[in-house]
């Protein structure tokens, strides 16, 4: 069975600081993909990231970055120098081959002014 | 259209009415998914078509729900003698091939009374 765990339900911050996103999924596939959405109040949600299981490499977009590490089955999110405009639910998601898309709980994240 | 579209944006229905929910995907789009969001928790998924084919119906909660796309574009989530535990944001997502990522329409907000 695939699962998600996001542990952290909230966090705050003070904009300008860096805040980090975590997440932990557990699958028995060898294949895999790696999403991350944000959900903002509006409702809609806006597509991020997505990581093959084989890459392996960090990515940085901007001010968002992510660390995959395969060996702790992570792949957290960090935004560097928070804005109030990044305050949103933000979701880490796995599928194997688009199938069995599991989702994981959120993480609420509020940048204050 | 440019984005997935979802109508409507808010039913409201008595317990024990039936209710049709649409989803129209991105254009040229061939992979279509359903998942119900409760307040406070990320989407489950409920369904995925490939085209006009329903492989994956895993996720529909009862033989309540029942889901199409005769055509292979346009969507339909039917719920039947709907309970008030089926009150929820209802999402339809749409990709271009089944390991892509999906772009999500804004939601159906469903309310059962």
């Known amino acids: 069975a695939q699962k998600v765990t996001q542990a952290q339900t909230e966090i705050s911050v003070v904009e300008k600081e860096d805040v980090t996103l975590d997440c932990v999924y557990e699958?028995?596939?060898?294949?895999?993909?790696l999403f991350w959405y944000k959900q903002p109040p509006s409702g809609e949600l806006v597509f991020l990231i997505r990581?093959?299981?084989?890459?392996?490499q960090n990515e940085i977009s901007g001010r968002y970055s992510w660390n995959f590490q395969k060996s702790t089955s992570s792949f957290n999110f960090t935004i560097t120098a928070s804005q109030v405009v990044d305050s949103a639910v933000y979701f880490c998601?796995?599928?194997?081959?688009?199938?069995?898309?599991?989702f994981g709980p959120g993480t609420r994240l509020s940048v204050l002014p | 259209g440019a984005g997935v579209s979802q109508s409507p944006r808010y039913k409201v229905a008595k317990r024990g009415q039936d209710v049709a929910l649409r989803c129209d995907p991105i254009?040229?789009?061939?992979?279509l998914f359903w998942y119900q969001q409760a307040l406070g928790q990320g989407p489950e998924f409920l369904t995925y078509?490939?085209?006009?084919?329903?492989?994956?119906k895993s996720g529909l909660p009862s033989d309540r729900f029942f889901a199409e796309r005769p055509e292979g574009s346009v969507s339909t989530l039917k719920i039947q003698r709907t309970q008030q535990e089926d009150s929820a944001v209802y999402l339809c997502?749409?990709?271009?091939?089944?390991?892509?990522?999906?772009?999500f329409g804004d939601g159906t907000r469903l309310s059962i009374l």
């Open positions: 998601a796995l599928s194997h081959y688009g199938q069995n898309f599991v």
């Open positions: 997502a749409s990709s271009s091939a089944q390991e892509q990522p999906q772009h």
């Open positions: 078509f490939q085209n006009e084919a329903q492989l994956d």
């Open positions: 990581r093959n299981s084989f890459d392996e």
């Open positions: 699958t028995r596939d060898t294949t895999y993909y």
């Open positions: 254009s040229g789009h061939v992979s």
